[in-house]
């Protein structure tokens, strides 16, 4: 089945301890992005990564890290959470091409940092 | 900057009620324009979509006209159901060589039996 996992899919934390959500998809797409919502706010992406080794900051991108050593990986570290990346997180990817592919989305990831 | 606003919620239904939820936009370019919805406890799923001005995306008994004029594209259901129960959001792509979106806030609706 095409999917988009994501792990853990609940996580309570406690201030500057390191955690890293994982995300990951089998459908061969080049394109990978991470959003937070949050109420009231909508979709607010962090990061995206064009394809293997590219990554590059979205809207919110401050207090995250990202890699992208394989295509089908693509990981969100939080070095240092603090209480204000309280959210739920998703992870979507798409094909890159000529026009707009749909993007796929996982099934999120609750934080929540005390 | 791009942007997608869609009017707030929660909107509260009666079964085979019609639905209407407001988007416009504001983009530079042509963007292409879509619904997503999420269920309770599920990740976004696209919903409908269209890419040039008059398109009419739809699914699933709903849908939308990309009005350039106007820069909207209202989403609209002649009669909802319970389990259409669930958020909206509208958001659009101002392509760039890949396929970064903008979302509104979304709307929650909520359908009653």
């Known amino acids: 089945e095409a999917q988009v996992t994501q792990n853990p899919r609940y996580l309570i934390t406690v201030t500057g301890k390191k955690l890293t959500v994982t995300c990951s998809q089998n459908m061969n797409h080049e394109y990978m992005s991470w959003y937070r919502q949050d109420p009231g706010l909508g979709l607010r992406q962090i990061y995206y990564s064009m394809n293997v080794e590219v990554t590059d900051k979205g809207d919110v991108p401050e207090g995250y890290k990202v890699s992208r050593k394989e295509k089908r990986n693509f990981p969100l570290i939080l070095e240092s959470p603090s209480p204000n990346q309280t959210s739920l997180y998703f992870c979507?990817?798409?094909?890159?091409?000529?026009?707009?592919?749909?993007?796929?989305f996982g099934p999120g990831t609750r934080l929540t940092v005390l | 900057g791009d942007s997608v606003t869609q009017m707030e919620g929660p909107v509260t239904l009666s079964e085979e009620a019609f639905l209407t939820i407001n988007c416009t936009y504001t983009?530079?370019?042509?963007?292409?324009l879509f619904w997503y919805v999420q269920y309770p406890g599920e990740g976004l799923q696209l919903l409908l979509k269209a890419t040039k001005a008059d398109d009419k995306g739809s699914n699933k008994g709903f849908e939308a006209t990309y009005r350039k004029e106007t820069t909207s594209f209202h989403l609209e259901k002649g009669s909802v159901q319970v389990s259409d129960s669930a958020v909206y959001f509208c958001?659009?792509?101002?392509?760039?060589?890949?396929?970064?979106?903008?979302f509104g806030k979304g709307t929650m609706l909520l359908v009653s039996p």
């Open positions: 979507a990817s798409s094909f890159v091409s000529s026009s707009y592919n749909e993007q796929f």
């Open positions: 983009a530079t370019g042509y963007p292409s």
């Open positions: 958001a659009l792509s101002d392509y760039s060589g890949y396929s970064t979106l903008t």
